[in-house]
Nanobody
Framework: HLVQSGGGLVQPGGSLNLSCAASGFTFDYRAIGWFRQAPGKEREEVSCISNMDDSEFYSESVKGRFIISRGDASNTVFLQMSGLKPEDTGIYYC?????????????????????WGQGTQVTVSS
């Protein structure tokens, strides 16, 4: 399963870091995606990184503000969030999908990701 940490409350313009660690398996040949769901809204894709082909993808709403990265071990992925806006508020989920590329974002859809973290709240508010 996936274990998430990080998140919390931050003022607009601030930064937060999220982490996602695999327990019982590694991220080899997997893509790790970050999704979020705001109250009353549908879940949306945020960012994705693939250990299969080293591809990355960012949604337009976070491009230039968020950075996805891998830890030294092959079982942790991070999401560095800066320049946070109130519209970034929501529950953030990491998820793992087997043999997926993140290139172009075509396969960066929730139904392709079979293992999910527990979710962590991110609140951007003054």
């Amino acid at each position: 399963h996936l274990v998430q940490s990080g998140g919390g409350l931050v003022q607009p313009g601030g930064s937060l870091n999220l982490s996602c660690a695999a327990s019982g398996f590694t991220f080899d040949y997997r893509a790790i995606g970050w999704f979020r769901q705001a109250p009353g809204k549908e879940r949306e894709e945020v960012s994705c990184i693939s250990n299969m082909d080293d591809s990355e993808f960012y949604s337009e709403s976070v491009k230039g503000r968020f950075i996805i990265s891998r830890g030294d071990a092959s079982n942790t992925v991070f999401l560095q969030m800066s320049g946070l806006k109130p519209e970034d508020t929501g529950i953030y989920y990491c998820a793992a999908g087997v043999r997926l590329t993140c290139s172009g974002g075509r396969w960066f859809k929730a139904n392709y990701f079979g293992t999910w973290g527990q979710g962590t709240q991110v609140t951007v508010s003054s």
